[in-house]
């Protein structure tokens, strides 16, 4: 595990976007990916002013989101396919068929999340997985308690991650209870790992991961078994 050092949220995002910029100019046709929240929002930004700049092209890049909350239809304002559509593809040159979320109003949501799997592997299989960390150490929605064998699945999400993500919404009601997210299985997975962490929030979270302590009940943990991961985090994090 590589841990670099970022001076604050901004360096941390600068750092990202620069590591994501040379993965792509490498290969062109990357499969990524990608979180929603507020970590990544400033690589993705970073990101688009880089394209529009620099002009590195994502016409040949695949995304993969992590999760998509359930009963949020694309449309919806708070569905995470708005969020990924204002915060990046917007600006992209991305293709659209290459995007891919779960959808969380598929009909048969268990039949949906193993189509999301399908999918997956018949790319080849995600070559960079970008993360973000929930303070009780959850990666994607994958909840303290997940098995570490959890392909995309349905999930129901605990109490302290609708209140964190409840700053999205009007009000703490609006937030969905369940949730499609790729699971641990999933993620490991990816060829390589790029985990970003940022804030005193996340500081026990991430003393926890880097502890080496790998067990369920710290879902986060599990990175200690992926052979490719980078961790950015900065000081207040730190
Ligand atoms: C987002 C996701 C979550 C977030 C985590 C941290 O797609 O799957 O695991 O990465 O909740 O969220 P922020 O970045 O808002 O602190």
């Given at each position: 595990m590589r841990i670099i050092e970022a001076i604050d949220y901004e360096h941390m995002s600068s750092l990202a976007a620069r590591f994501l910029i040379d993965k792509i100019s490498t290969n062109p046709e990357l499969v990524l990916g990608l979180a929603t929240g507020g970590t990544p929002r400033g690589t993705y930004k970073r990101l688009i002013e880089d394209h529009r700049m620099n002009g590195t092209s994502y016409k040949e890049i695949t995304t993969y989101n992590l999760d998509e909350y359930v009963?949020?239809?694309?449309?919806?304002?708070?569905?995470y396919h708005t969020f990924m559509s204002e915060n990046l593809f917007s600006e992209l040159d991305i293709q659209k068929n290459n995007i891919h979320l779960p959808n969380?109003?598929?009909?048969d949501l268990v039949e949906e999340c193993k189509a999301y799997e399908e999918r997956i592997e018949k790319t080849g299989g995600i070559d960079i997985q970008l993360l973000g960390m929930g303070?009780?150490?959850?990666?994607?929605?994958?909840?303290?308690?997940?098995?570490?064998?959890?392909?995309t699945h349905l999930v129901e999400l605990t109490q302290s991650t609708r209140e964190a993500n409840?700053?999205?919404?009007?009000?703490?009601?609006?937030?969905?209870?369940e949730a499609i997210t790729m699971g641990i299985a999933t993620i490991m997975r990816s060829r390589e790992i790029l985990l970003l962490v940022s804030g005193e929030t996340k500081r026990s979270a991430l003393k926890e991961l880097l502890s080496?302590?790998?067990?369920e009940s710290f879902p986060?943990?599990?990175?200690?078994?992926?052979p490719h991961v980078t961790i950015i985090a900065d000081q207040k994090a730190l």
């Amino acid at each position: 595990m590589r841990i670099i050092e970022a001076i604050d949220y901004e360096h941390m995002s600068s750092l990202a976007a620069r590591f994501l910029i040379d993965k792509i100019s490498t290969n062109p046709e990357l499969v990524l990916g990608l979180a929603t929240g507020g970590t990544p929002r400033g690589t993705y930004k970073r990101l688009i002013e880089d394209h529009r700049m620099n002009g590195t092209s994502y016409k040949e890049i695949t995304t993969y989101n992590l999760d998509e909350y359930v009963g949020f239809s694309p449309d919806n304002p708070n569905s995470y396919h708005t969020f990924m559509s204002e915060n990046l593809f917007s600006e992209l040159d991305i293709q659209k068929n290459n995007i891919h979320l779960p959808n969380g109003v598929a009909l048969d949501l268990v039949e949906e999340c193993k189509a999301y799997e399908e999918r997956i592997e018949k790319t080849g299989g995600i070559d960079i997985q970008l993360l973000g960390m929930g303070s009780n150490g959850h990666i994607g929605f994958n909840e303290p308690g997940t098995s570490f064998e959890a392909n995309t699945h349905l999930v129901e999400l605990t109490q302290s991650t609708r209140e964190a993500n409840a700053r999205f919404f009007n009000h703490i009601d609006d937030v969905p209870h369940e949730a499609i997210t790729m699971g641990i299985a999933t993620i490991m997975r990816s060829r390589e790992i790029l985990l970003l962490v940022s804030g005193e929030t996340k500081r026990s979270a991430l003393k926890e991961l880097l502890s080496g302590d790998v067990r369920e009940s710290f879902p986060a943990s599990v990175l200690n078994r992926h052979p490719h991961v980078t961790i950015i985090a900065d000081q207040k994090a730190l």
